[in-house]
C-alpha cells in the first residue's frame, strides 16, 4: 500500500498563485505516473496534469493548460503543482493519484491521496 500526502492548498483570491505538494510513502512500478485530479462540488472529477518520475514527461489538462506546472523533486520524493492566475471556477478538492499507465482518466491509477481543497474567491 502507497500513502500519498498531500500539501498547500488554502483560500487564495484570484490571480494568486498556489502550490500543492504531494510525497507518495514509497516509489514502485506502481508510482511510475503521479497526477493531479480536481473534482468540484457537483462535478466529476477532472484531470489537472501527470508527470514521470524517470524523465519529467508531463501532460496537461485543457483546465490547466498554460496556467499549472507540474514538477517533481526526485531527491525529495515529492511532486509539485504550481498553479498561476488562479479563477473562481478552479475551486475544487484536488487529489494527488499514482499510477502504473501513462493515462489520464481516474481508473487507471492505483493509489489516491485525501484530497485538498482548493478555494479561490473572486
Known amino acids: 500500500q502507497v500513502l500519498l500526502t498531500e500539501s498547500g492548498g488554502g483560500l487564495v483570491q484570484a490571480g494568486d498563485s498556489l502550490r500543492l505538494s504531494c510525497t507518495p510513502s514509497?516509489?514502485?512500478?506502481?508510482?511510475?505516473?503521479m497526477a493531479w485530479f480536481r473534482q468540484a462540488p457537483g462535478k466529476e472529477r477532472d484531470f489537472v496534469a501527470a508527470i514521470t518520475w524517470s524523465d519529467h514527461m508531463t501532460h496537461y489538462g485543457a483546465n490547466a493548460m498554460g496556467r499549472f506546472t507540474i514538477s517533481t523533486d526526485n531527491a525529495r520524493n515529492a511532486v509539485f503543482l504550481r498553479m498561476d492566475g488562479l479563477k473562481a471556477e478552479d475551486t475544487a478538492v484536488y487529489s494527488c493519484?499514482?499510477?502504473?499507465?501513462?493515462?489520464?482518466?481516474?481508473?487507471?491509477?492505483?493509489?489516491w491521496g485525501q484530497g485538498i481543497q482548493v478555494t479561490v474567491s473572486s
Open positions: 493519484a499514482a499510477g502504473s499507465t501513462w493515462a489520464f482518466t481516474p481508473d487507471n491509477y492505483h493509489y
Open positions: 514509497t516509489r514502485t512500478w506502481r508510482t511510475t505516473v
